[in-house]
């Protein structure tokens, strides 16, 4: 009996989610970028970063590359402990609040849950 897809069943449910955060961090950002980038280049570039990232793990997950999906989590994971951590060190550092700025606490802090229950996922699934 083979193993079912990465993406399926609940797998659905983060590719959809995934999709989702693509398409909010991605519009907000280009927007952002096009119209006031020289306030917070830092800022919008991470979050333009943090669309790429959700677009990679939402393919890899329909896809069913579970390697690059659990390569892209744990990039999402770290971004967002970091860019979190230095948010609330440095405000100043991010003068605009990007995706992972106060570990997501700007989307109810899922960018901050969604890697975990990305990784959770993957691991379970092996």
Do not use: H, K
Not at 2 to 16: C, D, F, K, T, W
Not at 47 to 70: K, M
Not at 93 to 112: C, D, E, H, K, Q
């Amino acid at each position: 009996m083979s193993e079912p897809a990465i993406g399926s069943g609940p797998g659905r449910a983060l590719v959809a989610v995934y999709g989702v955060f693509a398409l909010a961090a991605g519009a907000r950002a280009a927007v952002q970028i096009a119209t006031r980038f020289q306030e917070a280049p830092l800022a919008y570039a991470l979050s333009a970063f943090a669309a790429a990232v959700y677009i990679v793990l939402a393919v890899a997950l329909a896809r069913g590359n579970r390697i690059l999906a659990f390569v892209a989590c744990g990039v999402e994971l770290a971004g967002v402990l970091i860019v979190g951590t230095l948010s609330l060190v440095d405000p100043e550092a991010f003068p605009r609040a990007t995706v992972w700025s106060g570990y997501g606490s700007g989307y109810l802090f899922i960018p901050l849950v969604l890697p975990i229950l990305g990784l959770y996922w993957l691991l379970r699934r092996r």
